[in-house]
């Protein structure tokens, strides 16, 4: 049963849409043979026409993917839309042809085809437009419905109390279900009331259309049908909105913004008209004078119009109808205070609630060396809403380099359109800048970090040396102090060859200190460089290892790369000296891709397997991390340990062989 109302959907749509559309293309055609005199019916046959075509498009529409209520109401309109201006058609061209008056049902289908459905639209759909049970509302269906068959009934008829009747109470009953709509818009269940406010202005604009017709204003004739006509270009959209944005009866169709905001503005365009057409007529004085009135008033009324039309792009597409604005309005939030994770959710939610988007998603760039695609997302970084459909995505840039991405959702039933993507691309620099604040933050956050793990890393090098070295070295002295002074009455010579004794090893720790001071920051880096630096350091290595030096020109290198190299080195060259047992090391450093390298091999003993590095290997590594490089310690071909560093520093090796 469920496949084979899939099938015979679209041919029902199809159906409604072709009979609506055939009666008023064959109404038209009739009238353009027959040629009337322009008076006031010809803006009824407009109304009944424009009906026709757009409610036919709507129930079509509806009708295709769900046998909806409303969309059988809609097609109801439409078709009687039709048949009304089909029979007005009739009339004249059988008084055109036939010279005698026209059949008495002519007239009744010209007067009675469009009620039932025009009626119904305000008075029964409103009530409908909704995913959870009637309830209470059935009570508004009765009426409307009721009211609706008492003017049909009594048109049809020719009972004229009996429309009067119906219209009198068709438009307190068209306002009771805008009121009851917009109350369902502010109470009602979340998920329905996204675009409930639309249907609540579209009901009352149809309530209101058949003021004319009861209240003797002293207006001319056509003034209700132009007024009916506004409201008719209105409210299918509004229906359209409604059922769409909410996502009732499984209808999930993409609606252009661009046909909302033409629709509307079709209607306030119409409605200008209306009232410079009015004025015109009541104005004083006969042809020119007249014309130059209207003209007159036009003018006056033209600012009127672009401020309406202005608040009708407002109302679709929100504050992003005007670019600048939002732009001023997000570049505020850089001045504010608060986490960078705050000011970027800030933005996100500011930039959603703006252009009334559904989700708005703010995403970083890939790490570097992910496996994932080039186009796959980056991490998200600040998110507000929640998608329900793939999103639209615009690049965020910042000084020429790609920082992130902006993924964003139009509200369920709407599409983004040109306007909206136009939005985007204007705004999004000043999110791409948010996104580049917070990545400098983060930048600035792990500079500190490693600043926090050199200063450990010094800590924990000054507390090898005094731990291992000066503290014990300390604590013999004193004992050997104590030894001289205990022979110093019973044996002078022996005093004096142990504090020959103290005294070499007093030596020896002068010399540990003066490394250690060396090793945070020789005198020697800071005032010659780096070269002087590891020549000098190679030149203390008295007892050991030949140390031997293949240097490249690092005069280009700043203080802060410098002192990492020495550090690292001078921390390998005291590994060969304590633990490699070997008789050479070689220091080498060029540069490569990009990058300062730096080795230090040994022909020692090697790496021994299964050995667990140590602090010295520790602090090597993290002072190659705080420039951004890596440290590895490897087994040396043919023999001994290879120390390798790599640091990144942006010269290129062509820039280095050209030096000078």
């Given at each position: 049963m469920g496949t084979t109302d899939a099938r015979t959907r679209p041919r029902v749509a199809a159906s409604v849409a072709v009979v609506s559309w055939g009666l008023a293309l064959l109404a038209l055609s009739l009238l353009a043979s027959v040629r009337p005199a322009l008076d006031e019916n010809l803006w009824f046959l407009l109304v009944d026409v424009s009906v026709a075509c757009v409610y036919g498009t709507v129930a079509a529409v509806v009708l295709?993917?769900?046998?909806?209520?409303?969309?059988?109401?809609?097609?109801?309109?439409?078709?009687?839309?039709?048949?009304?201006?089909?029979?007005?058609?009739?009339?004249?061209?059988?008084?055109?042809?036939?010279?005698?008056?026209?059949?008495?049902?002519?007239?009744?289908?010209?007067?009675?085809?469009?009620?039932?459905?025009?009626?119904?639209?305000?008075?029964?759909?409103?009530?409908?437009?909704?995913?959870?049970?009637?309830?209470?509302?059935?009570?508004?269906?009765?009426?409307?419905?009721?009211?609706?068959?008492?003017?049909?009934?009594?048109?049809?008829?020719?009972?004229?109390?009996?429309?009067?009747?119906?219209?009198?109470?068709?438009?307190?009953?068209?306002?009771?279900?805008?009121?009851?709509?917009?109350?369902?818009?502010?109470?009602?269940?979340?998920?329905?009331?996204?675009?409930?406010?639309?249907?609540?202005?579209?009901?009352?604009?149809?309530?209101?259309?058949?003021?004319?017709?009861?209240?003797?204003?002293?207006?001319?004739?056509?003034?209700?049908?132009?007024?009916?006509?506004?409201?008719?270009?209105?409210?299918?959209?509004?229906?359209?909105?409604?059922?769409?944005?909410?996502?009732?009866?499984?209808?999930?169709?993409?609606?252009?913004?661009?046909?909302?905001?033409?629709?509307?503005?079709?209607?306030?365009?119409?409605?200008?008209?209306?009232?410079?057409?009015?004025?015109?007529?009541?104005?004083?004085?006969?042809?020119?004078?007249?014309?130059?009135?209207?003209?007159?008033?036009?003018?006056?009324?033209?600012?009127?119009?672009?401020?309406?039309?202005?608040?009708?792009?407002?109302?679709?597409?929100?504050?992003?109808?005007?670019?600048?604005?939002?732009?001023?309005?997000?570049?505020?939030?850089?001045?504010?205070?608060?986490?960078?994770?705050?000011?970027?959710?800030?933005?996100?939610?500011?930039?959603?609630?703006?252009?009334?988007?559904?989700?708005?998603?703010?995403?970083?760039v890939p790490a570097a060396g992910s496996v994932a695609a080039e186009d796959a997302p980056g991490p998200e970084l600040a998110a507000w809403g929640v998608p329900t459909r793939d999103p639209h995505v615009v690049p965020l840039r910042h000084r020429g380099r790609q920082v992130g991405s902006l993924a964003v959702t139009a509200p369920p039933g709407e599409a983004l359109g040109a306007q909206g993507e136009r939005t985007l691309g204007e705004l999004s620099p000043v999110v791409a800048a948010a996104v580049a604040v917070r990545a400098a933050e983060q930048d600035v956050a792990d500079l500190r970090r490693r600043l926090a793990l050199a200063r450990v890393a010094e800590r924990r090098l000054i507390r090898r040396e005094v731990h291992d070295g000066l503290g014990p070295s300390l604590a013999g002295l004193r004992l050997g102090l104590q030894g001289v002074r205990n022979l110093l009455d019973t044996d002078p010579d022996g005093a004096r060859e142990l504090l020959d004794v103290l005294g070499a090893e007093l030596d020896e720790r002068v010399v540990a200190v003066r490394e250690l001071s060396h090793q945070l920051l020789p005198p020697v880096l800071v005032e010659l460089g780096l070269e002087a630096a590891l020549a000098e350091l190679a030149a203390r290595e008295e007892t050991g290892p030949t140390i031997h030096l293949d240097l490249a020109d690092t005069s280009w290198l700043d203080l802060g790369a410098a002192a990492a190299v020495h550090a690292i080195v001078a921390e390998a060259v005291t590994n060969v000296r304590r633990h490699a047992g070997a008789t050479r090391c070689l220091v080498s450093t060029w540069v490569e891709d990009g990058a300062l390298v730096v080795t230090v091999r040994d022909d020692g003993r090697g790496v021994p397997d299964g050995a667990r590095h140590g602090v010295g290997t520790q602090a090597m590594t993290e002072r190659a991390e705080e420039q951004g490089g890596r440290v590895e310690v490897l087994a040396a071909p043919g023999g001994g340990t290879l120390v390798r560093a790599v640091l990144p520093t942006g010269r290129s090796q062509e820039q280095e062989a050209g030096r000078g």
């Open positions: 295709s993917r769900r046998p909806h209520p409303v969309g059988w109401i809609v097609a109801l309109a439409a078709v009687g839309g039709g048949a009304a201006a089909l029979g007005y058609a009739l009339e004249a061209w059988w008084q055109e042809n036939r010279g005698d008056g026209p059949p008495g049902w002519l007239d009744a289908v010209n007067s009675t085809a469009w009620v039932p459905g025009t009626l119904a639209i305000f008075l029964v759909v409103p009530w409908l437009v909704r995913d959870h049970p009637l309830g209470r509302a059935r009570a508004g269906v009765a009426a409307g419905a009721l009211v609706c068959g008492l003017t049909a009934a009594g048109s049809a008829l020719v009972v004229d109390p009996l429309v009067g009747i119906g219209l009198v109470l068709s438009v307190p009953l068209g306002l009771l279900a805008a009121l009851a709509v917009e109350l369902r818009r502010r109470r009602g269940p979340a998920a329905e009331r996204n675009g409930l406010g639309w249907l609540a202005v579209g009901t009352l604009l149809m309530a209101l259309s058949f003021v004319p017709l009861l209240v003797p204003l002293g207006l001319p004739l056509w003034v209700t049908p132009v007024l009916h006509l506004a409201s008719q270009v209105f409210f299918p959209a509004a229906i359209l909105v409604a059922v769409l944005r909410g996502r009732m009866w499984g209808l999930d169709l993409a609606v252009s913004r661009a046909v909302l905001a033409g629709a509307m503005t079709l209607a306030l365009l119409v409605l200008y008209l209306v009232v410079v057409a009015l004025v015109g007529t009541v104005l004083p004085g006969r042809g020119s004078a007249q014309v130059v009135a209207a003209g007159v008033v036009a003018v006056a009324v033209q600012p009127l119009r672009l401020r309406l039309e202005r608040r009708v792009r407002r109302l679709v597409h929100g504050a992003g109808a005007d670019p600048a604005r939002v732009v001023s309005r997000l570049g505020s939030q850089l001045d504010r205070g608060g986490s960078v994770d705050g000011l970027l959710a800030d933005v996100a939610e500011d930039l959603g609630r703006s252009m009334r988007l559904e989700s708005v998603t703010v995403l970083g």
